[in-house]
C-alpha cells in the first residue's frame, strides 16, 4: 500500500522542481514589464520558439548539444531584439498607448506562432527520445533531467539577482525599472538599457522553455500557458 505521505512529499517536490523553472520565465517578463511597462504577450512566442531553434541544431542538422544550445541562444536573442527594434522601440518612441504596445504584441504571437506551425507542423515534437535515469533519495524519486532542471533553475536565478543587484547594468535597470521616462531626464540612455532587458529577460525565457522542452517536448501552442503561470506568478510576487 502507498504511503500517502510519501506520494504527497512526491507531488509536492515534482512541482516545486517545475515552479523553478518557470519561475524563471516569470523573472524574464516581470523585469521587461516593470521596466517598459508593456504587457508584452509575445513574450510567450520567445518562449514557445528557443526549443525549435534547439530541435532544428541538434535534432535535424546533429550538431552536438552544447553548441546547439549556444546558436539558439543566439537566435532567440535575435529575434526578441528584432520585435524589439522594429517594434516597440518604434511605438514608445512615438508615445503610443500601452495598448497599441499590447495589441501590437498580439500580432506578433500570432505571426511567429503560425510561421513554426508551417515550417516544423503542429504536432508536438521531442528533442531527445532517450529514457531518462531514475535517483532515488529518501523514499523521493527524482529523474536525471529533474535534477538538471532544478539545479540550472537556481543557478540562473542566483546569477540574475547578482547582476541586477550588485552590478552596474542591474543599478541602472532598477533605476528604469523604478521611472523610465524620469531616468531619461537625468541623463541616463532608457532605450540602451531597455536593450539589455530584452536581452536578460530573452535568456530566462530561453533557459525556461529549454529546460521544459527536454523533459516534456514542445508544441507551438506551449507558450500562453506557461506565459499566464508567469504572469500569476509575477501579480502574486509584485515587483522585485
Request: net charge neutral.
Amino acid at each position: 500500500m502507498l504511503d500517502k505521505k510519501m506520494v504527497f512529499l512526491q507531488i509536492l517536490i515534482n512541482n516545486l522542481i517545475l515552479c523553478s523553472v518557470y519561475s524563471l520565465m516569470s523573472l524574464g517578463f516581470s523585469l521587461y514589464y516593470y521596466t517598459t511597462g508593456v504587457f508584452n504577450l509575445a513574450y510567450a512566442t520567445i518562449f514557445m520558439i528557443s526549443p525549435y531553434f534547439l530541435l532544428l541544431f541538434f535534432s535535424i542538422f546533429s550538431i552536438p548539444l552544447y553548441i546547439s544550445i549556444i546558436l539558439s541562444l543566439i537566435l532567440t536573442i535575435l529575434i526578441a531584439l528584432s520585435i524589439e527594434y522594429l517594434i516597440y522601440l518604434p511605438l514608445m518612441r512615438k508615445k503610443a498607448s500601452l495598448n497599441i504596445s499590447m495589441i501590437s504584441s498580439i500580432g506578433v504571437m500570432i505571426i511567429l506562432v503560425n510561421l513554426v506551425i508551417l515550417i516544423f507542423g503542429n504536432e508536438s515534437k521531442i528533442i531527445d527520445t532517450r529514457i531518462s535515469e531514475s535517483n532515488e533519495l529518501g523514499g523521493l524519486i527524482f529523474s536525471d533531467r529533474q535534477l538538471i532542471q532544478l539545479i540550472t533553475s537556481i543557478l540562473i536565478i542566483i546569477i540574475y539577482h547578482i547582476i541586477i543587484k550588485y552590478t552596474q547594468i542591474g543599478l541602472r535597470i532598477r533605476a528604469i525599472n523604478f521611472d523610465y521616462y524620469l531616468s531619461q531626464i537625468f541623463g541616463l540612455n532608457s532605450f540602451k538599457y531597455q536593450i539589455y532587458v530584452v536581452i536578460i529577460s530573452s535568456v530566462l525565457a530561453f533557459s525556461a522553455s529549454i529546460l521544459i522542452a527536454i523533459d516534456v517536448g514542445m508544441d507551438p501552442y506551449v507558450g500562453m500557458p506557461v506565459f499566464l503561470f508567469a504572469v500569476v506568478a509575477m501579480i502574486i510576487g509584485g515587483n522585485g
